[in-house]
Structures are given as structure tokens and as C-alpha cells.
């Protein structure tokens, strides 16, 4: 239903957030609207929400493991989609995310998205 019709029948009563399967909703409310986050880390008081996100953190601060390794050069990654920005940042060249003010390109939506404010917003972080 959500790949080929786009729909997403599972409404946020919180927010406008909507999604096509119920597991999504609940993280995303435990996540966004409440302080539940049932997976502890045996190694720290980091706390989350996903098994994947704890599992992720453990590899990342506590066991260095990172099992993502890009091809074309030594980089690797604890997780997918870090290695696949690496990829596109240094092995493609490409800046998939464009200002829509400037001529500004970024790799990361999160750079583009400082680049606003900082040039195109009166807010200041």
C-alpha cells in the first residue's frame, strides 16, 4: 500500500505525521511524544526506542565495529545509510539536496537545512 499507493491510513493523534504500517506510528510516537524508550545499553545509560538504534550505538561507542565497508576506498561505517552518503559525498560527486534560494549544494539534507538558517532565516541556532 505505501510503495505503490501512498497511502498511510495510520494518523498521528499528536502531530500530522501519518503512516502506511501501525509498528511506524508506534515508534514514531514513543519516539516524538513520550520519554518511553525500552532498549537500555548494558554498557552505558544511553537509552532508545529501536533495537536497531541501540545495536547501532553499541558498534558506534562501545565495540568500534562498523560493518559497512565502501568499495572504493578504506572508509567504513556502522551503519548503511552513512556509507552510502560517503559514497555520493566522496566517490560521485554528487550534492543531491539544492538550496532553494542559491546556487548552494549539499550532500547531507541536515547541511542544507543549517545552510537556511544560516543564510536565508533571521533564526540563528
Do not use: W
Not at 94 to 120: D, E, G, R
Request: hydrophobic share 25%; glycine share 2%.
Amino acid at each position: 500500500m505505501a510503495r505503490h499507493t501512498g497511502q498511510k491510513h495510520h494518523q498521528c493523534p499528536h502531530c500530522e505525521y501519518k503512516s502506511a504500517h501501525k509498528c511506524n506510528l508506534k515508534q514514531h510516537i514513543m519516539a516524538r511524544h513520550t520519554d518511553v524508550k525500552p532498549h537500555q545499553c548494558p554498557h552505558c545509560e544511553y537509552k532508545a526506542v529501536e533495537h536497531r538504534s541501540l545495536n547501532q550505538h553499541i558498534m558506534a561507542r562501545h565495540t568500534g565495529e562498523k560493518p559497512h565497508q565502501c568499495p572504493h576506498c578504506e572508509y567504513k561505517s556502522v551503519n548503511r545509510s552513512n556509507l552510502n552518503a560517503h559514497i555520493i559525498a566522496r566517490h560521485n560527486g554528487k550534492k543531491p539536496h539544492q538550496c532553494p534560494y542559491c546556487k548552494y549544494k549539499s550532500v547531507y539534507l541536515s547541511h542544507l537545512n543549517k545552510h537556511i538558517m544560516a543564510f536565508h532565516t533571521a533564526v540563528k541556532p
